[in-house]
């Protein structure tokens, strides 16, 4: 082998071994997103930390905390300030009968943690790969690009939608194009 050859080999070494990184888990089509997997296993335990459908929770004048007729409590850790939400990162608390029951952060960097009664599911996204953690910590990974192709009702992810004065908050991926609504909250 030349020396150059073999430099360019040894210096493109780290990288084949970068991909075959144990650490990511195993390599994941489309198929892992629409089957039974941890992802919607997690929605079906948040589900049951969902406000009751229909209702519309109170928003405190400093956004940090919503109440609910039945007593759930959402906390804000980034107060919510519906005229001014460009840049907001979402991390929250929902309490249920006096006990934490989900928590959620979706970073702008790319990624979302939710905590249920199950535990934590994680989505980390880099530039090329969606490396997710179940909360067994079993570990998969797919290249962002194939995601293209896998329908967005079956990805992953926080719908956020706003107004001038109400905030609601769900998670998509449960195979039907409207997700689950976590809450709605609008000023007094």
Same mark, same amino acid.
């Given at each position: 082998? +030349?020396?150059?050859?073999?430099?360019?080999?040894?210096?493109?070494?780290?990288?084949?071994?970068?991909?075959?990184?144990?650490?990511?888990?195993?390599? *994941?089509?489309?198929?892992?997103?629409?089957?039974?997997?941890?992802? +919607? @296993?997690?929605?079906?335990?948040? @589900?049951?930390?969902?406000?009751?459908?229909?209702?519309?929770?109170?928003?405190?004048?400093?956004?940090?905390?919503?109440?609910?007729?039945?007593? =759930?409590?959402? &906390?804000?850790?980034?107060?919510?300030?519906?005229?001014?939400?460009?840049?907001?990162?979402?991390?929250?608390?929902?309490?249920?009968?006096?006990?934490?029951?989900?928590?959620?952060?979706? +970073? @702008?960097?790319?990624?979302?943690?939710?905590?249920?009664?199950?535990?934590?599911? +994680? #989505?980390? *996204?880099?530039?090329?790969? &969606?490396?997710?953690?179940?909360?067994?910590?079993?570990?998969?990974?797919? #290249?962002?690009?194939?995601?293209?192709?896998?329908?967005?009702?079956?990805?992953?992810? &926080?719908?956020?939608?706003?107004?001038?004065?109400?905030?609601?908050?769900?998670?998509?991926? =449960?195979?039907?194009?409207?997700?689950?609504?976590?809450?709605?909250?609008?000023?007094?």
């Amino acid at each position: 082998m +030349r020396p150059a050859l073999a430099r360019a080999a040894l210096l493109l070494l780290p990288l084949a071994l970068l991909s075959c990184d144990p650490d990511h888990g195993a390599e *994941v089509s489309c198929t892992w997103f629409a089957d039974d997997n941890c992802w +919607r @296993q997690s929605l079906d335990a948040a @589900q049951a930390c969902a406000a009751d459908p229909g209702t519309t929770g109170t928003l405190s004048a400093d956004g940090s905390q919503c109440t609910f007729p039945d007593g =759930t409590l959402i &906390v804000f850790e980034n107060p919510v300030d519906l005229a001014n939400m460009e840049g907001w990162e979402l991390h929250l608390t929902i309490t249920r009968s006096g006990a934490d029951c989900l928590q959620l952060d979706e +970073r @702008q960097a790319g990624g979302v943690t939710l905590t249920t009664s199950l535990g934590t599911f +994680r #989505e980390e *996204v880099s530039n090329t790969e &969606v490396d997710l953690t179940c909360p067994d910590l079993t570990k998969v990974h797919i #290249e962002a690009l194939a995601l293209l192709g896998c329908g967005f009702e079956n990805l992953p992810g &926080v719908l956020t939608g706003w107004s001038a004065t109400s905030l609601t908050v769900g998670l998509a991926g =449960t195979g039907a194009q409207q997700g689950l609504t976590l809450f709605t909250c609008a000023q007094p």
